[in-house]
């Protein structure tokens, strides 16, 4: 399985901006919730093809999911891309038992 996440500044941009707003917005928190459980669905989904359990791959999506968004901030206060080895050492560490 191959999990891609390209660092965007500009999409790392949107993205903050989007969540800051949420949460003072109710109706962008109620969206930014739905548009979160869909990118979920999709990563629990992936880990279910590998034959994970389905609360197993729940909770392994949502700590990819943190790592994400943390890196995403990460990198809008100056840190250094993730490389593709870290990357591929994340998507190990989702996959291993």
Same mark, same amino acid.
């Given at each position: 399985?191959? $999990? *891609?996440? /390209?660092?965007?500044?500009?999409?790392?941009? $949107?993205?903050? *901006?989007?969540?800051?707003?949420?949460? *003072?917005?109710? $109706?962008?928190?109620?969206? +930014?919730?739905?548009?979160?459980?869909?990118?979920? !669905?999709? +990563?629990?989904?992936?880990?279910?093809? /590998?034959?994970?359990?389905?609360?197993?791959?729940?909770?392994?999506?949502?700590?990819?999911?943190?790592?994400?968004?943390?890196?995403?901030?990460?990198?809008?206060?100056?840190?250094?891309?993730? /490389?593709?080895?870290?990357?591929? !050492?994340? /998507?190990?560490?989702?996959? *291993?038992?």
């Amino acid at each position: 399985m191959r $999990i *891609s996440c /390209t660092p965007d500044a500009l999409g790392d941009a $949107i993205e903050t *901006s989007i969540r800051v707003w949420a949460g *003072s917005d109710e $109706i962008a928190s109620e969206v +930014v919730a739905r548009v979160d459980q869909r990118r979920l !669905d999709y +990563v629990i989904a992936l880990l279910g093809r /590998t034959g994970m359990r389905k609360a197993q791959a729940k909770r392994r999506a949502a700590m990819f999911y943190r790592v994400i968004i943390g890196d995403t901030t990460w990198r809008l206060a100056g840190g250094p891309e993730h /490389t593709t080895h870290e990357f591929d !050492d994340l /998507t190990a560490l989702l996959l *291993s038992d």
